[in-house]
């Protein structure tokens, strides 16, 4: 009997830690694909590709269904790194919840702004809004990452959500 209940603790434990990596895994992924649509966007707002609304709208639709899911993958808990995966949340993600929830709806708000801009001109600067809220929410709601050997400015998970200038 006690034993059992001992076991079920331990797996209880175990299973609790690997529900907090894979939340973190899941927010980081949405982060992941924000820093790829960020990057093909940013190459319309800079002309290095040419604008093209309807291709600029399918990235910013990413943006806007990734940050509705933001506010529900920060639960209590998962702000501690876990053996697998490594957290860059701050404790204001949970001491400031309204605050973290705001930016969230913010950064989806200028997003669909962005998609009805039918031209490069008031594209970028619709987007540069949109790219302002990725490092007005890192700033507060993210350690800065460390910059990988040899890639200044850059390195994985590089561009917008990065850099000094966030
Ligand atoms: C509402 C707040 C918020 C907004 C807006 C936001 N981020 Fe983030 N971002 C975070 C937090 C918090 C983390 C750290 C997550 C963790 O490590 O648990 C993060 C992490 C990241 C990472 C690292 C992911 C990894 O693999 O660890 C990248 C890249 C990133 N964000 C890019 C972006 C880009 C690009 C935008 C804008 C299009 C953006 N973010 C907008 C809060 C935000």
Known sequence: MKKSVVAGLLLATVCATAAMAGVIEDRQAIMKDFNTASRTLNGMAQGTVPFDQAAAKVQLQLIVDGSAKLPTLFPAGSDQS???????????????????????AKISADAKAAMAATDAASFKVAFQAVQGDCGGCHRTYRAAPPRPAGAPGGGPGGGPGRGPAQ
Do not use: E, N, R
Not at 83 to 90: I, P, Q, R, S
């Open 82 to 104: 876990t053996d697998t995966v490594k957290t860059l949340a701050l404790p204001a993600v949970w001491s400031d919840t309204p605050g973290f929830t705001a930016a969230a």
